[in-house]
């Protein structure tokens, strides 16, 4: 079939030449030889025969055809040489037959018997198959295992981790299962889904970390008061601990170093200071500091976490805009804050509190804040802190407040110094509350001072023994040899008020002086600063309650007197005074820059006002009585006596120029001052009753005067120059009293003697007999007097035949009259 398959594919042969014919003979060798070695299919080869040429299919059949007998040839040849042997083959099979079956039943027999011995070992051979397979299977499962176990474990330390809130750790974690663990088990779907949950865990340790620095932030805003007053005692203990040292150095006794053991405080030659100096003298509590009140871990693991996760600049940022924050809210005071030390002390607790948590993350992280941030923040703090205390401590009166206040900036300011900030401008603001503290100083001691003139009794002081005398002198520096000398009981000139006000200038340089302490000021400026205090107290608070205790309407004469004299020995005690501040401060008076107590000018002043109103009271007084006089100005002749308002009045003087021999006597200035005084009252009260009476007669509502009248006015006036000359204060020189009155005894005289010729005819002359006497003065009385003769005359018209006398004096009192207008004319012109 094959073959007329390829007698059917072969083209019949064209007619071709030898050389042709050649070709093609080779061309079918190679198709034949490649068709009896080839049992791949055979199309590529029977196409190339078609393809060749024309009629190549008859020919390739002619020459199969003819390879076929050739082939059969071969094969024919063959078998005829091999027939015998294999006849020889056959009959020696056939002997072996018989052999053969036999050998076959013992084969098969034989088979049998191994199948069923081979049948159980096949049976346990199985069984150790699948063990093996099972052991193969339990080994790769192990060694899978061993390497998804550690990647378990490192997540169950992960989630135990975030269940401690070990955050930091937690995320370290991560980093390994990510990098090291689950590369190994990637291919393992648990280990995708937790590398897939890695991030969102990562998330929530940033969100937990967040809330976990919040509560922290909201933790140290409620209990920055109690770090604050910790750090502030703590500063406080150490600032009272080294004046303990310089005061036992100062004393000669501290020579060798001090050493500190089991908290008490010792020196090496036997010597030990107050344990716990201070407030805590009886405690021996330990001073926390602010790692013992606040848990930093927050931060420092946020810090951290935020570091890991490579976000730590937005960390930082945060932070530091809400304590920004936080700052602004803890700088901001109460509105009663001023009304007491408390509230002050809590403001300045939470501010130094803030401050010691920053500086104690500035020192233990690295960079979540630093120098730059936290001084910006004390800067800022700086400014609202100083515009705070100058608002409240405005507010304040009370001078034990603003102490307090003080002592509390000067804690704060060191405390807050030993954390590296600067303070100067708080110590310049205490500069601004020193004057603060000055003025309620000088408002306390005004009340002081008002109550202590207000009970005192303005009379000497009664001493009745000597201790009464000797506690006297020990609380004012009385020193007077006469006095001393006298027997008990004895008077001191001064009043009660004079050592009280002593003792009370004293406090105030003490008071002054509680303030001055741990400004850490030279004692130069410290004596600087109580003697403007206490020049502050004498010429202000002093000389205005001394003012005012003057010009009081119910302070008498008497009063008066006794605060010339108490103002006289306050003037001596000046200089004890400054002897008091030098001995407190060590500075020699005689320093270039030492200022000086204005004691003496307040007291001379305040002596001046007294005179003043000694004189000023007197004329009043003296006023009050000329209000009294009741002159009948139509009498026609005098009661032949003094007006009875008048020798009231004398009486009136009398009694109180008494009161001025209690001024001091002694030979000094001040006595010769007081003398003067006494002198220049006396002098004031004539003069001012001898221009009293020349007014009362020149009143121009008193239109005319009788000579009776100018009678009685005239014992009156006599009165007056008895008065004068009778010496009511001692120290007058001659007649210099009775001079006050000349006037009107020039013009009474010469009324009463009716001397007008000699007064025009000597007037403007230097030895007219009636020199003090004015011609409108002499005018306006005489006419007056022309007026009551008229009007006398005409009430006795009936009997003016008689009164020939009286009309000559009408003429002559007219020609006067001309004469003095002339006079008077001259003068205006």
Known sequence: MARDRV???????????????????????????????????????????????????????????????????????????????????????????????????????????????????????????????????????????????????????????????????????????????????????????????????REEIKEISMSDLKDFLESIRKHSDKVGEAAMRQAQQHRTFNSAIAKQVSLGHYTKPVYSLNGRTHTHNGLMFDEDIGDEDDTDEEVLTAQDLVDFSPVYRCLHIYTVLGDRETFENYYRKQRKKQARLVLQPQANMHETVEGYRRYFNQIVGFFVVEDHILHSTQGLVT????????????????????????????????????????????????????VNRLFDLLFEVRDQYNETLLKKWALVFREIFELDNYSPIPVETEEEYKLVVSRFPFHDAEIEKQEFPKKLPMSQSVPQIYTQVKELIYASLKFSESLHRSSTEIDDMLRKSTNLLLTRTLSSCLQNLIKKPHTGLTELVQIIINTTHLEQACRYLEEFITNITNVSPETVHTTRLYGLSTFKDARH??????????????????????????????????????????????????????????????????????????????????????????????????????????????QCELFASSEPVPGFQGDTLQLAFIDLRQLLDLFMVWDWSTYLADYGQPTCKYLRVNPATALALLEKVYRGMKDTSKKNNIFSQFRKNDRDKQKLIETVVKQLRSLVNGMSS
């Open 609 to 718: 006002a007294a005179e003043g109103e000694i004189y000023t009271k007197l004329n009043q007084k003296i006023d009050e009585f000329i209000q009294l006089a009741d002159y009948e100005w139509g009498m026609a002749e005098s009661d032949g006596r003094a007006s009875g308002y008048l020798m009231d009045l004398i009486n009136f003087l009398r009694s109180t120029f008494q009161v001025f021999t209690h001024l001091p006597n002694n030979n000094n200035d001040h006595a010769s001052m007081s003398g003067k005084v006494a002198q220049t009252a006396c002098m004031s009260a004539c003069k001012h009753l001898s221009t009293s009476l020349m007014q009362m007669l020149l009143d121009t509502e008193l239109k005319q005067i009788s000579m009776g009248a100018i009678q009685q006015f005239n014992l009156d006036v006599i």
């Open 371 to 422: 120098r730059a941030f936290t001084d910006e923040l004390w800067n800022m703090a700086l400014s609202k802190i100083i515009a705070v205390l100058r608002t409240h401590s405005s507010y304040c009166d009370d001078p034990d407040l603003v102490l307090e206040l003080k002592n509390l900036i000067v804690i704060f300011a060191d405390t807050l110094q030993d954390y590296g900030f600067t």
């Open 7 to 201: 007698h059917a594919a072969l083209p019949d042969p064209p007619i071709q030449n030898e050389e042709d014919n050649n070709e093609a003979e080779k061309a079918f060798g190679n198709v034949f030889a490649e068709l009896e070695s080839v049992d791949l299919p055979l199309g590529t080869t029977l196409r190339s025969i078609y393809d060749d040429q024309p009629n190549a299919h008859k020919r390739f059949m002619e020459k199969l055809d003819a390879r076929i007998r050739n082939h059969d040839r071969e094969i024919e040849k063959m078998c005829n040489f091999h027939h015998q042997g294999f006849v020889d083959a056959i009959t020696e099979l056939l002997k072996v037959r018989t052999d053969a079956e036999k050998l076959m039943g013992q084969v098969t027999d034989t088979n049998r018997r191994l199948q069923d011995a081979g049948r159980e070992v096949t049976a346990q051979t199985q069984e150790v198959i699948c063990c093996r397979i099972q052991q193969r299977n339990m080994a790769t499962t192990v060694e899978k295992l061993q390497l998804c176990i550690p990647v378990l474990e490192m997540y169950s330390k992960l989630k135990e981790q975030l269940e401690t809130k070990r955050y930091y750790a937690a995320l370290k974690t991560m980093e390994q299962l990510e990098k090291v663990y689950i590369p190994r088990v990637s291919k393992y779907r648990f280990c995708q889904i937790m590398a897939e949950n890695l991030p969102r865990l």
